[in-house]
């Protein structure tokens, strides 16, 4: 079922587009990854999608009673300032923000769904840490339970493991295969090709206008991947999206 329908969108700023002739669906479970290269629109889609800004032209409908609210998100640059000075607990509860709108306080109901996403993310240890001490891995981590908390649908992320290092990397990416493994939907903007195939369901390939949009599977084979990646990062994966090995260390 779909949850995302984009038409015709050209997605800008003040009337210039940057990026056109995008035209794609989001189902109920996908897990779709965004590529392109440096300032190629793929964050200035992900902001139209969210209904941010808006479209230069073209449409992006909401499906199956899917609400702006019920959307979590995890932007490229965190909108929780490093430095701010809350503990791990009241920034995973800000994410209920939306739903409780300016009530100044949280019902139980509420810090028991907080509970849950700290757990579930492995951070209930934290739960009464300064967020501004935490290692960059565990930032991240209490950002994806702050999302969480604002949805059990789709999960949006841009450039989620910038300045991860790599097992630190690998463990948030098996992370959210597993939260989409339970149902969640997942829309990520990636830079990590390998990654990017071996876990994604489908890609979108954007370079200011869209180049491949399908199965990560036909995506592989494809002519758009030789054209994109081929010169990039030369590594092949077999058909079950598996880094081969090429000889180069
Ligand atoms: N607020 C803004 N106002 C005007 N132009 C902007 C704004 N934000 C981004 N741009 C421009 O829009 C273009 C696309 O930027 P965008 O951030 O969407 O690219 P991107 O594909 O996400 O890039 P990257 O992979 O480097 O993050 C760039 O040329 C950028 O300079």
Not at 84 to 111: C, D, H, N, Q
Not at 120 to 132: S, V
Not at 155 to 163: A, F, I, N, S
């Amino acid at each position: 079922m779909s949850i995302i329908k984009v038409d015709n969108l050209a997605v800008g700023y003040e009337g210039k587009s940057v990026a056109t002739g995008l035209n794609f669906t989001v189902n109920e479970g996908d897990y779709l990854c965004i590529i392109g290269e440096n300032g190629a629109g793929k964050s200035t889609l992900m902001k139209t999608l969210l209904h941010l800004i808006k479209p230069i032209s073209g449409e992006v409908s909401y499906m199956d009673g899917l609400m702006p609210y019920e959307i979590g998100y995890l932007p490229q640059h965190t909108i929780v300032q490093k430095d701010f000075p809350a503990s791990v607990e009241e920034i995973v509860l800000s994410g209920l923000l939306s739903k409780s709108g300016l009530r100044p306080f949280y019902t139980k109901t509420e810090k028991k769904i907080a509970q849950r996403a700290m757990e579930k993310m492995d951070i209930l240890d934290l739960k009464k840490k300064c967020y501004r001490n935490l290692s960059g891995g565990q930032m991240q981590r209490v950002l994806l339970a702050r999302a969480l908390c604002a949805t059990s649908k789709l999960l949006v992320l841009d450039e989620p493991v910038t300045g991860l290092d790599p097992k630190v990397t690998e463990d948030f990416y098996k992370l959210i295969k597993q939260l989409n493994d339970e149902g969640l939907t997942i829309i990520m903007v990636s830079h990590d090709m390998p990654s990017a195939i071996r876990y994604s369901s489908k890609i979108l390939l954007v370079n200011q206008t869209q180049k491949f949009f399908g199965k990560t599977k036909d995506y592989i084979s494809s002519t758009a991947r030789k054209e994109f990646d081929g010169e990039l990062c030369a590594f092949e994966v077999d058909d079950q999206g598996k880094e081969k090995d090429n000889g180069i260390n």
